[in-house]
C-alpha cells in the first residue's frame, strides 16, 4: 500500500470503519519466529494471551525514548479492553515479513511513523482478539454474541451476569477461525486513547531493570576496544602487540584493514591496551579534505541546473518579470547523532550461528547483513533487540554491528564491543551537509509570485534505497522544500546530488523536514521582512487553502503574546512545519546579549497531529525536539581539517545545558484527522523560529548554522 493511500485508509479507519485483518496483520500461519511460546491463544503476530490471562504484546517497533512502549500498547489495550499497564512488551525478533512498518516496507522505526503506521492495525489486532474472545464465552454459554461484551480483561454477559477472564477463554478461542472483518470503535467510545498516560517504561529505566545492548552480560564475555582510521578511507599501517598484550587483561589485538580492537577480560584494560598498542594509520586518499573543500564543491554543484522535483508554471519568467527579487544562499552542517548510549554491540559466533545483542531500529536489514557477512542461514543469526540510548537515526544503520561481527569472527567465546565517545563522534555517519539557493520575485503588494529553489548536498536515499530515488530526485533531501505549504506562485524546485568524498551521510533526527523546513521557514521570514509586513500575517495570507496550518500558526502566536513590544536586545521568531503528518508551529523568544550571546527564554509550540493517542507522550516528543533542534542550530557542526573530524566530545560537540533550556509551553489541537508523526518536526520548526527571533531582536539574518557568534555586534 503506498503511503498516501496508507493516510486516506487512516483517516477513515479513525472514524470507525470497519478494518480488513489482512492489512498489516499477520494471520497465525505466518508467524515464524515468536518469542512467547507458552500462550495457546495468538491470533495474530503481535498478541499472545496464556492461560493465566497474561497479555503479551510483540512490539513490531524500538522504543529510543519517544514514548512507543506506551503509546502502541495503548492502541492494542482500547480494543482489547485490557489494562494497558498489565499487558508484557517483547521486542518483536526480526522478520521484515511479519512485522513490516507499512508506511516504509521493511521492519524499521523511524520517521516518526510508528504510531502512524500501527494506528490501524494494532487496533484491529486487539479488536480481532476481542471478537474471538467474546465468541468463545458466547459459545460457552451458548448465547448470541451481541449480547455479551468485553471488559477488563473479561467478557460479561449483561443479562445474567455471568464473567469469564480471558485466561479461561484462550483454549476455546484459539480454534476459532480468525474474522476477515472486524470493526473498531469510533473515537468517542475510546476510554484510553487521548488520554494522558504515564510511560510503562520509565520504573524500570529508573530502578535498572531495563535493559539496554550495552548492558548484555553473558558467561565468558569479553570486552573490546576499538580504534578506526582516524581519516576517511585510510587504513591501518602498524599497531604495537607486544605493548597491548603486556597490559594485564588483554587477551588479542584484532587487526583490520582500517581498524584494530584490543580484546580483554574487561572494557578498562582493554582501553589501556589500546592505547598501549598506538596504531599507526596510512590517512588514504581524503588526508587533505577539509570542510572548506566540501563547501566550494557544493557551491559548485549548485550553480548547475538540477533533477527536477517539482515544475508548477514558468518560475524563472515569474521572477525575472516580478516588481522585485529576493536572493538567498542557505547552508547547513554536518551534524553528529551524539547519542547517550554511545554505539555497542555483543556478538557470540560459533559454526551454528551468530547470536547479536543490540539495540537497532533495523532489525531485520542487520539480519540480512549478518547472514551476507558470515554465510549463515537466517535462522542462524538471530537478533536480540533492546531498548535504544538514544536512536536519531544512528542506529538505522548497521555498522557498528559490522564491524562487531568483524571482530567476533577472530574471538572465540560472546565479545562485547563498544565505541568510546570519541569514536562515536568523530566515526558517526553524519547529517549531509547542504546548500541551497532560493529566489523568489515580488509583486508590488509583496506576495510572491515566483519562486525557485535548489537543493545541493548528499544523497542518503540513493546509498540506503537507490528503487525510492526517481528521476534523480532523492525525496528525502527535497522533502518540505517541493512540498511546503505555501501559495507562492509559479515554483521550480531541483535536486544537485554532490556526494563528500569518503563520508557516508545518513538520517537525522527530522531527516529532509529538518532541512527543508529551515531554508522554506527562513525565507518566507525574508520575504516578509522585505515586504515590510508582520511575519506572521504574511504566513497567513499564505496559506489560506490551508486551515490547519493556520490553525497552529494562530494558537502559537496567541500563546505567545505575538505583537506584544519587547525591550531592546529580545526578539520573537515564528515558524510553521508541515511534516510527517502533523502541523507544528513555534514562537521562540531570544534574548541576545552585547556580546552575540544567544539565549533562547521561550518557545510556544502548537501541535495538530491528528488522533492524539498519548497526549503526555506527545508533549514530552516536542520537548525533546525543540532542545534537540536548539543544540543543533545554537551549537552543532561537524568540520574537518586533513581529512579528519575535529570534534570529539560533548566539548567540542555542544548539547544545550539545562540553564540554558527555555520555558517551553506546548499546546494540544483536538482533531479527528489520521494520526500524524511527533518524533521528529519539534526539532525541525525550532531551528528557523530560532534564526527568526535572532533577526527581530538584531535585524541580523542568520542564514548559515549552526548560530555561533554571527549575533555579535562587529566593533
Avoid at 449483561?158 to 477472564?165: E, I, N, P, T, Y
Avoid at 560472546?414 to 563522534?425: F, G, L
Wanted: charged fraction near 20%; proline fraction near 5%; glycine fraction near 10%.
Amino acid at each position: 500500500m503506498k503511503r498516501r493511500d496508507f493516510l486516506k485508509f487512516s483517516a477513515t479507519s479513525a472514524i470507525g470503519g470497519g478494518l480488513l485483518l489482512g492489512f498489516g496483520l499477520p494471520v497465525r500461519a505466518e508467524i515464524r519466529d515468536t518469542l512467547t511460546t507458552n500462550a495457546p491463544f495468538a491470533p495474530n503476530a503481535f498478541l499472545r494471551i496464556d492461560r493465566a490471562g497474561k497479555v503479551t504484546f510483540v512490539m513490531p517497533m524500538i522504543e529510543m525514548g519517544q514514548g512507543t512502549y506506551t503509546s502502541l500498547p495503548m492502541l492494542i489495550a482500547e480494543e482489547l479492553e485490557v489494562d494497558v499497564a498489565k499487558v508484557a512488551v517483547e521486542h518483536a525478533p526480526a522478520d521484515d515479513k511479519v512485522y513490516v512498518n507499512p508506511l516504509v516496507g521493511i521492519q524499521m522505526t523511524g520517521g516518526s511513523t510508528a504510531v502512524r503506521a500501527m494506528y490501524g492495525p494494532l487496533r484491529s489486532a486487539g479488536a480481532t482478539a476481542r471478537v474471538m474472545l467474546v465468541s468463545a464465552a458466547a459459545q460457552r454459554w451458548k448465547v448470541d454474541a451481541s449480547a455479551c461484551r468485553a471488559e477488563q480483561g473479561a467478557v460479561v454477559h449483561a443479562s445474567s451476569g455471568r464473567k469469564l477472564g480471558y485466561g479461561a477463554l484462550v483454549d476455546a478461542a484459539a480454534k476459532l477461525p480468525v474474522p476477515e472483518k472486524v470493526a473498531l470503535k469510533a473515537p468517542g467510545e475510546f476510554k484510553l486513547v487521548g488520554t494522558p498516560h504515564r510511560r510503562l517504561d520509565t520504573a524500570g529505566k529508573i530502578n535498572g531493570r531495563a535493559k539496554f545492548g550495552i548492558d548484555t552480560r553473558l558467561p565468558g564475555m569479553k570486552f573490546a576496544a576499538l580504534a578506526q582510521s582516524p581519516s576517511f578511507g585510510g587504513k591501518l599501517v602498524a599497531v604495537d602487540e607486544a605493548k597491548a598484550k603486556a597490559v594485564r587483561g588483554v587477551s588479542q589485538v584484532v587487526r583490520l584493514d582500517d581498524a584494530v580492537a584490543i580484546v580483554a577480560s574487561n572494557t578498562w584494560a582493554a582501553k589501556q591496551g589500546l592505547a598501549a598498542a598506538a596504531p599507526q594509520w596510512d590517512a588514504g586518499p581524503n588526508a587533505k579534505v577539509s570542510t572548506a573543500d566540501i563547501v566550494e564543491q557544493l557551491a559548485r554543484a549548485s550553480e548547475k541546473p538540477g533533477a527536477v522535483a517539482r515544475q508548477d508554471g514558468d518560475a524563472a519568467k515569474a521572477i525575472a518579470g516580478a516588481a522585485r527579487k529576493v536572493d538567498a544562499v542557505y547552508e547547513q552542517p554536518f551534524l553528529a547523532h551524539a547519542t547517550m548510549e554511545p554505539m555497542n554491540c555483543t556478538v557470540h559466533l560459533t559454526k551454528e550461528g551468530c547470536d547479536i545483542w543490540v539495540g537497532t531500529q533495523i532489525p531485520g536489514i542487520t539480519q540480512a547483513v549478518v547472514m551476507k557477512l558470515t554465510g549463515l542461514q537466517r535462522e542462524q543469526v538471530r537478533i536480540h533487540n533492546h531498548l535504544l540510548g538514544g536512536g536519531f537515526g544512528r542506529r538505522l544503520e548497521f555498522d557498528g554491528t559490522v564491524r562487531a561481527v568483524q571482530i567476533a569472527q577472530q574471538v572465540r567465546g560472546p565479545v562485547q564491543v563498544i565505541w568510546s565517545r570519541e569514536e562515536d563522534i568523530q566515526h558517526d555517519m553524519y547529517r549531509p551537509y547542504y546548500y541551497d539557493r532560493i529566489s523568489a520575485g515580488l509583486n508590488t503588494q509583496g506576495r510572491p509570485v515566483g519562486w525557485s529553489h535548489r537543493i545541493a548536498g548528499s544523497s542518503i536515499v540513493a546509498r540506503y534505497s537507490p528503487a525510492w530515488m526517481k528521476g534523480g530526485v532523492d525525496p528525502d533531501a527535497v522533502e518540505s522544500s517541493e512540498n511546503h505549504p505555501y501559495d507562492v506562485g509559479a515554483i521550480h524546485v531541483d535536486y544537485v546530488r554532490q556526494e563528500p568524498p569518503g563520508i557516508q551521510t545518513t538520517w537525522w533526527r527530522g531527516v529532509g523536514v529538518t532541512r527543508g523546513t529551515f531554508v522554506v521557514e527562513s525565507f518566507i521570514d525574508e520575504l516578509a521582512a522585505n515586504a515590510r509586513q508582520d511575519p506572521l500575517a504574511y504566513r497567513l495570507a499564505l496559506l489560506e487553502k490551508n486551515p490547519r496550518a493556520r490553525a497552529v500558526l494562530r494558537l502559537a502566536a496567541e500563546r505567545s503574546g505575538w505583537g506584544k513590544p519587547l525591550p531592546a536586545g529580545q526578539g520573537r521568531g515564528i515558524a510553521l512545519c508541515t511534516g510527517f503528518g502533523s502541523f507544528i508551529a513555534q514562537v521562540v523568544q531570544v534574548s541576545v546579549g552585547k556580546d552575540g550571546g544567544v539565549n533562547p527564554t521561550h518557545v510556544w509550540c502548537a501541535v495538530d497531529c491528528g488522533i492524539q493517542v498519548n497526549p503526555d507522550t506527545i508533549r514530552a516528543q516536542m520537548e525533546s525536539g525543540i532542545i534537540f533542534g536548539l543544540s543543533a542550530a545554537l551549537h552543532g557542526e561537524i568540520t574537518l581539517k586533513d581529512g579528519r573530524v575535529e570534534q570529539s566530545n560533548f566539548g567540542d560537540y555542544r548539547v544545550l545545558r539545562i540553564n540554558e533550556a527555555p520555558r517551553i509551553d506546548v499546546a494540544l489541537v483536538k482533531s479527528l484527522a489520521a494520526p500524524g508523526g511527533i518524533g521528529e518536526p519539534g526539532t525541525s520548526c525550532v531551528m528557523p523560529a530560532l534564526t527568526s527571533a535572532i533577526f527581530a531582536a538584531t535585524d541580523k539574518r542568520i542564514r548559515k548554522l549552526p548560530v555561533g557568534d554571527q549575533a555579535k555586534v562587529a566593533t
